[in-house]
């Protein structure tokens, strides 16, 4: 069997026409309630209920130590209980909050995505979970609080340069948060990976209290395991941090580790409104070595365009309506 067959299968349905197509329809999504646009979103997923989600090389992870318990518990649904996890397999285990920094290419979206998420375990299925408390970016998003996202950032620099150094300055559109570092790599010494934490927290990713309206529900990302079997640990004096404005008072003031993957990562992520179980690593390759690639549908606008179609022309329906209406009175 080609052992590339996942990774290949993953860019073949990731088609840039069909994310253009989504970019250009989303800024008529303001003009439509919420409502409106999870309905829109919801249906489109559950004819492709996956979509391709590749994390180019070098996303780079600043992982902190919660320091206010109770503050972060109010951060996530009520269903989820904060639990001490390890970054790499010889790490002291903390109470974790992490930034992810990376440029993405998917099914639906384009650009660079700096999330941070909380670490916490589902109090039903004992799955550890990576909860996504907020996130800022330079292209769409989706949540069930805010629907379609526009992005809120002008400009999010997430890149490499000549010198091997990892370059971030994300500020949002109002200044009220930014993550701004720069990193110098070379330095980092690749290190096994915690499992628990990268494996099995990659089953079940879910949404902050707010996002998600105080709902417990996760999604799943099926892969390679070795896509998270070790990383770049990078020493903690490479980094040099500008700013961080992010939950002041939240977290440790330096971070406890530094992460970086200098290759791609290549995930199947269920669409939104879908959502999948997987809870061990066989289940996990039994279900990514089943995905027949060769059938699997690209994510589709074309639900998106006939309802945007029919919002856009609605208003002068409704005009010849009254008019109509009056011209017979």
């Known amino acids: 069997m080609d052992k590339y067959k996942f990774t290949k299968g993953i860019e073949k349905i990731i088609n840039p026409?069909?994310?253009?197509?989504?970019?250009?329809?989303?800024?008529?999504?303001?003009?439509?309630?919420?409502?409106?646009?999870?309905?829109?979103?919801?249906?489109?997923?559950?004819?492709?209920?996956?979509?391709?989600?590749?994390?180019?090389?070098?996303?780079?992870?600043?992982?902190y130590e919660i320091i206010n318990l109770d503050w972060a518990k109010k951060l996530v649904p009520d269903?989820?209980?904060?639990?001490?996890?390890?970054?790499?397999?010889?790490d002291e285990p903390k109470y974790y909050c992490i930034f992810g920094c990376f440029n993405v290419h998917t099914s639906a979206f384009w650009g660079q995505r700096m999330e941070f998420y909380i670490i916490a375990e589902h109090k039903e299925t004992g799955l550890l979970s990576w909860i996504i408390v907020d996130y800022d970016s330079n292209t769409l998003s989706y949540d069930k609080s805010g629907g379609l996202v526009l992005p809120d950032c002008k400009s999010a620099i997430i890149t490499t340069n000549f010198d091997g150094s990892v370059i971030v300055d994300v500020v949002k559109n109002?200044?009220?948060?930014g993550l701004v570092f720069t990193s110098d790599i070379k330095n980092g010494q690749v290190n096994l990976l915690d499992q628990r934490l990268w494996l099995e927290g990659?089953?079940?990713?879910?949404?902050?209290?707010?996002?998600?309206?105080?709902?417990?529900?996760?999604?799943?990302?099926k892969f390679n395991p070795l896509e998270v079997e070790k990383a770049l640990q990078i020493p903690i004096k490479s980094l040099n941090l500008e700013i961080n404005s992010w939950y002041p008072g939240l977290f440790s003031n330096e971070p406890a580790q530094l992460i970086c993957f200098p290759y791609a990562q290549h995930f199947l992520s269920d669409s939104p409104g879908q959502f999948s179980l997987i809870?061990?690593?066989?289940?996990?390759?039994?279900?990514?070595?089943?995905?027949?690639?060769?059938?699997?549908?690209?994510?589709?606008?074309k639900s998106m365009r006939r309802l945007f179609l029919f919002m856009s022309i609605l208003p002068f329906i409704i005009i010849v309506v009254l008019l109509a209406a009056l011209i017979i009175k």
Do not use: C, W
Not at 82 to 89: D, G, N, Q, T
Not at 202 to 221: C, K, Q
């Open 17 to 63: 026409m069909e994310v253009g197509m989504i970019h250009f329809l989303s800024p008529f999504s303001r003009f439509l309630p919420k409502k409106i646009q999870n309905y829109i979103v919801e249906s489109s997923a559950k004819k492709m209920p996956y979509m391709g989600f590749v994390v180019e090389p070098y996303s780079y992870f600043l992982a």
């Open 79 to 90: 269903n989820f209980k904060l639990v001490k996890s390890k970054v790499f397999i010889d």
């Open 174 to 177: 109002d200044e009220s948060r």
């Open 202 to 221: 990659n089953f079940s990713i879910g949404y902050g209290r707010e996002l998600s309206n105080n709902d417990d529900a996760v999604f799943a990302l």
């Open 279 to 301: 809870r061990t690593k066989d289940e996990l390759v039994r279900k990514t070595e089943s995905i027949n690639f060769d059938t699997a549908q690209v994510y589709s606008t």
